[in-house]
Antibody, heavy 116, light 107 residues
Framework: QVQLQESGPGLVKPSGTLSLTCAVS?????????WTWVRQPPGKGLEWIGE???????NYSPSLMSRVTISVDKSKNQFSLRLSSVTAADTAMYYC?????????WGQGTMVIVSS | DIQMSQSPSSLSASVGDRVTIPCRAS??????LAWYQQKPGEPPKFLIY???TLHSGVPSRFSASGSGADFALTISSLQPEDVATYYC?????????FGQGTKVELK
């Protein structure tokens, strides 16, 4: 059974960098899945952030592309999200998710607050 | 980039009612359309892929239809446990955007 678990700081200072990791269990991160990050500001809808394939191919949301990096670590069977120059608008629940094309497996999410 | 829109943002219905949730893409996406259900305090749950194919374990009261750019999710007989927000997502091309969501509430 594939499981995902997000981890990382729950509080990030404005202008800082948000860094999250998603640990993958029950499957190899080298399989034919897209490894995806999605976020949800409080009381709002889902926002697709971006995705990475095990070979390094990435796709990002145009609105975040200048600030976001998603990477895959095969040795640790995990993938990561880095979002730079954060503001209060980046406060959200961050989910990692995966699937061959649709997102059929989701982590429980981790709340990140941007505040000084 | 393909934008997804869902309207209305919320709707109210009674138990047993037939509920239809529309979703529109800014251009044709073939049948690369998925639906997710999210209950308060929970991560989204994958429901439907390839426009109308139910994921394993999804109750048969859920169905979906559409083609090209216009799609819909239907709940044939609304149950209390169906109270949730429903999101469509296109996966024809990246970025794989979500619709804004439609919140289904009980009258």
């Amino acid at each position: 059974q594939v499981q995902l678990q997000e981890s990382g700081p729950g509080l990030v200072k404005p202008s800082g960098t948000l860094s999250l990791t998603c640990a993958v269990s029950g499957t190899s991160i080298g399989n034919s899945n897209w490894w995806t990050w999605v976020r949800q500001p409080p009381g709002k809808g889902l926002e697709w952030i971006g995705e990475a394939y095990h070979n390094g191919i990435t796709n990002y949301s145009p609105s975040l592309m200048s600030r976001v990096t998603i990477s895959v670590d095969k040795s640790k069977n995990q993938f990561s999200l880095r979002l730079s120059s954060v503001t209060a608008a980046d406060t959200a629940m961050y989910y990692c998710a995966t699937g061959y094309d649709v997102l059929d497996i989701w982590g429980q999410g981790t709340m990140v607050i941007v505040s000084s | 980039d393909i934008q997804m829109s869902q309207s209305p943002s919320s709707l109210s219905a009674s138990v047993g009612d037939r509920v239809t949730i529309p979703c529109r893409a800014s251009r044709g996406i073939s049948n690369y359309l998925a639906w997710y259900q999210q209950k308060p305090g929970e991560p989204p749950k994958f429901l439907i892929y390839a426009t109308f194919t139910l994921h394993s374990g999804v109750p048969s009261r859920f169905s979906a239809s559409g083609s090209g750019a216009d799609f819909a999710l239907t709940i044939s007989s609304l149950q209390p446990e169906d109270v949730a927000t429903y999101y469509c997502q296109q996966y024809n091309t990246a970025p794989r955007m979500f619709g804004q969501g439609t919140k289904v509430e009980l009258k």
